[in-house]
């Protein structure tokens, strides 16, 4: 008679599996709080003690790392010397484990969970037992994910054993499932013990999304959550119209996120290729979308659109004058539903809490051969900022030149941002050097560069790119300062009654 270890946190659907189990002839074996379910379900069940000759110890935290458990998964079926040994030994094969561990996940992202209740939801025995298996998988069957039951049980009718195909990819999804959980492990002593680059780093992911491709036809692709406080995260959104986002849809939506959550008053952010292309703010949202739109009418058509008020019907008529891909937002009203949903192809995302930024995750780049690790770059300021020039700005070109900052400092480097009436009017992005992007941004302009402010992310290196802000009629600039030829382009300031700020830190984006 074959036998089956059954010991589970997740008790989903375990009574109807021991039960087939049992009907097909297998004994159960099982421990504390399984045990319990199963019996009160009218099973059969052997107490773990009866194998291992010796009672469950210490709170549970002792009860299968036994011989007895570990010699019926691990001998080799096929030596004789293991199959004798088994027999001197007294032990019995266990042919199937059925386990999945302790609550660590759901424990260590509790509001308010001590560090002793995280420490008992380390599961020990459990790993130790399903990695067993998972190395004898060539003869043992074991199962974590409860929707791996059916499949099992399927097999176990048809043939009277699992196929060994079958048993080699339950094995792939233990050894997943253990480095997951360690992973978590690890990084909660991390960040208890405030440690922000480990010698060794060990980032989790899970729940993955299948994508139709990646960011070109030719590339697969998958979409993973990473595990924690999501809240504010494409992750956590809710899609409530459309077909599946795709790679670009995910990178691009995710690239306006992140400059919304700069802005607290009413703000809108058009997003094309991984750029805005029209960032603005306003007294209402209304207002708002206006001067995000007026920014670029061109490049907005097939793009992303985020927003951090409610969507009302107004907005949601200009939204649907052009062609526009992703809508998120953190809530809409009926009626500008309504008006979204009549056209098929926008995808419509609902995210509660898009303002919240407090997360802790890595900002990571992959490379070849390795990966790039820093923190996200959260810091608007460092210190106050310096007025450079012999002429301060405004209060209402220092309000500008805020707006502009936050700007810039998501827009890909080199890059400028030209703002007026908290609006941007034009943007020079992704340029290999700097008075390229200023050239861009004031052709961008157009007549509204007149009396418009500039940020750039990174220091002027010549006084060329002043003198073309100068010549175009910019008012302020806001920038890091740092370079050796500062003066230079402070001089073109000065020359050209224009206020200039340094914020001593530069807010590069690659």
């Not at 200023?438 to 290196?461: T, W, Y």
């Amino acid at each position: 008679m074959k036998r089956a270890l059954i010991s589970v946190w997740d008790k989903t659907g375990i009574v109807d599996f021991a039960k087939k189990l049992v009907d097909l002839g297998w004994e159960i074996i099982s421990t504390g709080g399984t045990k319990k379910t199963l019996k009160e379900a009218g099973l059969k069940v052997i107490d773990i003690s009866d194998i291992t000759g010796f009672p469950e110890a210490f709170d549970g935290r002792v009860k299968t790392l036994h011989p007895n458990i570990h010699g019926g998964l691990l001998y080799i079926r096929e030596n004789e010397e293991h199959v004798k040994t088994l027999e001197e030994l007294d032990m019995k094969p266990i042919d199937l484990v059925v386990n999945n561990l302790y609550p660590f996940k759901q424990t260590v992202l509790k509001e308010g969970v001590t560090h002793e209740e995280v420490i008992e939801n380390i599961d020990i025995g459990g790993p130790s037992m399903i990695r067993a298996a998972a190395k004898n998988y060539k003869y043992v069957t074991v199962i974590v994910d409860p929707k791996d039951y059916e499949k099992v049980i399927d097999e176990l009718r048809e043939n009277g054993e699992t196929s060994l195909e079958t048993r080699g990819n339950l094995a792939r999804k233990v050894f997943q499932y253990t480095s997951n959980y360690d992973s978590l492990i690890a990084n909660y002593f991390n960040e208890k013990d405030n440690i922000d680059f480990p010698d060794i780093i060990t980032l989790t992911f899970e729940e993955k999304v299948g994508l139709r491709y990646g960011e070109n036809p030719h590339q697969k692709a998958a979409f993973y959550r990473e595990v924690g406080d999501n809240r504010g995260t494409l992750t956590g959104a809710t899609q409530l119209h459309g077909k599946e986002l795709s790679f670009n849809n995910i990178n691009d939506t995710n690239g306006a996120l992140e400059i919304l959550k700069e802005f607290e008053e009413p703000t809108v952010v058009a997003v094309k290729h991984a750029n805005p292309c029209g960032i603005g703010s306003g007294e209402n949202l209304s207002e708002a979308y206006k001067k995000a739109y007026e920014s670029d009418k061109v490049s907005i058509f097939g793009g992303i659109i985020a927003a951090n008020r409610e969507v009302d019907e107004e907005v949601a008529e200009m939204i649907n004058s052009i062609f526009i891909e992703v809508v998120v937002a953190p809530s809409y009203t009926e009626k500008a539903l309504e008006i979204l949903k009549s056209k098929k192809n926008i995808r419509l995302l609902e995210l509660k809490d898009i303002m919240k930024n407090d997360y802790k995750s890595y900002d990571v780049k992959k490379v070849l051969g390795g990966i790039l690790v820093q923190e996200r770059d959260t810091v608007l300021l460092k210190e106050d900022l310096e007025v450079v020039t012999k002429r301060k700005p405004t209060e209402e070109e220092l309000e500008e030149l805020m707006f502009a900052w936050k700007a810039v400092k998501n827009v890909k480097s080199n890059s400028v941002v030209l703002v007026k009436d908290k609006g941007t009017i034009g943007i020079g992005m992704g340029q290999t050097n700097r008075i390229w992007a200023v050239e861009q941004a004031i052709e961008h302009s157009g007549e509204k560069v007149k009396g418009s402010v500039l940020a750039s992310d990174g220091f002027f290196p010549f006084g060329d790119s002043v003198e073309a802000l100068a010549k175009a009629g910019v008012t302020a600039v806001i920038q890091p300062g740092g370079s050796i030829r500062d003066e230079e382009s402070i001089k073109a300031a000065d020359e050209n009654n224009m206020a200039m700020v340094f914020t001593h830190m530069r807010h590069f984006k690659h």
